[in-house]
């Protein structure tokens, strides 16, 4: 199966909201909600940031959000920190296996 | 506290076979809805995910990459094994393992929740 569809590229000053798509199909995205979003600092293994669209584990702050409309799943983080300049890639449930995004760096201003 | 460590060459040659090892604590792959994946990340580039095994034995493939994996656990050890054969330099990555948990309300497995350092793997003659 094709990667999730994620913009290569977001930025956003300290503060502002900025939101990253992931467009995936009806056979994954579309199909379950179980869309989980991790973050990636350089050099470092990926975090969970939220799962299950929308849910978010223990610890991760509130400023992180996931939601979902069809085959798009998104992630929006709110009063941007420089903390939060980092790569961030989705990823869905596709029946048997498992896709992820082409992930998106975050660029804080 | 669940802890994962990826171990194996950092080096293979064109055409070897890649054996890496999983090493976890904090859970058991003996017990009911635990699992564990394996997902790589070429420099630069994306995730991607390559295979899945849980606790009944169940094992899961990339469709583009299953001809050339094979995941198997020994739970008395707590290691998850990958092999992936015919190694190419485009298999040069970071190797990641990562626990998964099977959700038996849902009918679905969860996400990845602790993953592992990662190994860098380098495939070179």
């Known amino acids: 199966q094709s990667a999730l569809t994620q913009p290569a590229s977001v930025s956003g000053s300290p503060g502002q909201s900025i939101t990253i798509s992931c467009t995936g199909t009806s056979s994954d995205v579309g199909s379950y909600n179980l869309v989980s979003w991790y973050q990636q600092h350089p050099g470092k293994a990926p975090k969970l940031m939220i799962y299950e669209v929308s849910k978010r584990p223990s610890g991760v702050s509130n400023r992180f959000s996931g939601s979902k409309s069809g085959n798009t799943a998104s992630l929006t983080i709110s009063g941007l920190q420089a903390e939060d300049e980092a790569d961030y890639y989705c990823c869905s449930y596709a029946g048997s296996s498992v896709v992820f995004g082409g992930g998106t760096k975050l660029t804080v201003l | 506290q669940i802890t994962l460590k990826e171990s194996g060459p950092t080096l293979v040659k064109p055409t070897q076979t890649l054996t890496l090892t999983c090493t976890f604590s904090?859970?058991?792959?003996?017990?009911?809805?635990?699992?564990v994946g394996w997902i790589r990340q070429p420099p630069g580039k994306a995730l991607e995910w390559l295979a899945l095994i849980y606790w009944n034995d169940d094992k899961r493939y990339s469709p583009s990459l299953k001809s050339r994996l094979t995941i198997t656990k020994d739970t008395s050890k707590n290691q998850v094994v990958l092999t992936m054969t015919n190694m190419d330099p485009v298999d040069t990555a970071t190797y990641y393992c990562?626990?998964?948990?099977?959700?038996?309300?849902?009918?679905?497995?969860?996400?990845?929740?602790?993953w592992g350092q990662g190994t860098l793997v380098t495939v070179s003659s």
């Open positions: 990562a626990h998964r948990a099977y959700d038996f309300w849902s009918g679905y497995p969860r996400e990845f929740d602790y």
């Open positions: 904090g859970f058991s792959l003996s017990t009911s809805g635990v699992g």
